[in-house]
């Protein structure tokens, strides 16, 4: 009898079957197919790296911010900083430097300061030949004098006062408020009294340096070999704010020779001319003067073309035209 070879090849695959199953319910390795061994039309093989959906899921799990967003959250976390410091910030002011007259007898006018939070405001006190004047130290050293000024014979209320030093003569103020108003007390050294403030707020303009002149010969004067404390113009008002460079609109400015336009300026107003300068005046006689911190000294003397002066134990001469 002829067996054909499609009749063997069912016969032998009737009796593989049961050996694979029996292979697949044992306790062995279950048959596997590799991707290369898939047959056509099973689909494509699993995905692996950062394409694998289950990588995608967990990274949009725990970082679900793009960096785009994160970005975007630095700039609106800056812009919120900015605005909060727009707000605590003090606004912009303008410092000033001047120098106000001051009395300790009765009478006196009392000078006006202008501060304004975040910039602090020094005041220096001169007596009338321009010598530093020092602050009164308080020898009883008690909290409330400490707070105002470290043992300094200074009172203020509404701000923050400090000596650097003692025996200065500089007096540094901080307001404690934006709305700044109060005022301050300071007792300079054997003066006889002392000298009352009134402290407002500036806005957008403060007091950055005050150079406070007190009438009076302080502890540190100078001995002046001329003095003509009964002039008219001593301590006048424009003369200290030429003092201070600022001089009157009606003042001409004349042009100085011979030295230094640093050392000497020089105005002409009415029939007098005006010397701003560290150098001492010999002649013309001056008739009117007013000294300034650091040795700055304005002198009233007539009109006059040449002016003679002393500058370190010699003689210069200096030419005045407008």
Not at 78 to 98: H, K
Not at 190 to 218: C, H, K, Q, S, W
Not at 282 to 289: F, G, M, N, Q
Request: aromatic share 4%; with cysteine.
């Amino acid at each position: 009898m002829t067996i054909s070879r499609p009749s063997l090849i069912l016969a032998a695959l009737g009796c593989a079957l049961p050996v694979m199953a029996a292979a697949q319910s044992s306790d062995g390795p279950a048959l596997s197919v590799s991707p290369s061994s898939a047959q056509p039309g099973q689909g494509p093989p699993a995905q692996t790296g950062i394409d694998d959906p289950a990588f995608k899921a967990a990274a949009q799990g725990q970082i679900p911010l793009t960096p785009e967003m994160i970005r975007e959250l630095g700039r609106r976390l800056r812009a919120n900083q900015a605005a909060g410091e727009e707000v605590v910030a003090p606004p912009v002011a303008l410092p000033i430097t001047r120098t106000v007259n001051a009395t300790t007898g009765p009478g006196g006018a009392v000078s006006i300061i202008q501060a304004v939070q975040g910039y602090p405001t020094a005041l220096a006190f001169v007596d009338s030949t321009g010598q530093p004047w020092p602050i009164a130290w308080d020898s009883n050293s008690n909290p409330a004098s400490e707070r105002g000024g470290a043992g300094a014979a200074v009172q203020a209320v509404g701000f923050d006062v400090h000596v650097p030093l003692k025996g200065s003569n500089v007096l540094q103020i901080a307001p404690r408020s934006s709305v700044p108003r109060g005022g301050i007390l300071v007792n300079l050294e054997n003066a006889p009294a002392p000298l009352t403030f009134m402290v407002v707020g500036g806005r957008d303009r403060y007091d950055a340096r005050v150079d406070v002149r007190v009438a009076g010969r302080g502890p540190n004067a100078k001995v002046e070999i001329i003095t003509r404390p009964n002039t008219p113009e001593t301590g006048a008002a424009y003369l200290t704010a030429m003092l201070d460079g600022a001089p009157p609109a009606e003042a001409i400015p004349l042009s100085v020779t011979g030295v230094s336009p640093d050392d000497v300026r020089a105005w002409r107003m009415g029939d007098k001319v005006y010397l701003r300068t560290h150098y001492t005046v010999l002649a013309p006689e001056w008739t009117a003067s007013e000294n300034g911190q650091g040795g700055m000294t304005i002198y009233a003397i007539p009109s006059t073309p040449v002016v003679l002066l002393s500058a370190n134990g010699r003689s210069i001469s200096a030419r005045l035209s407008e």
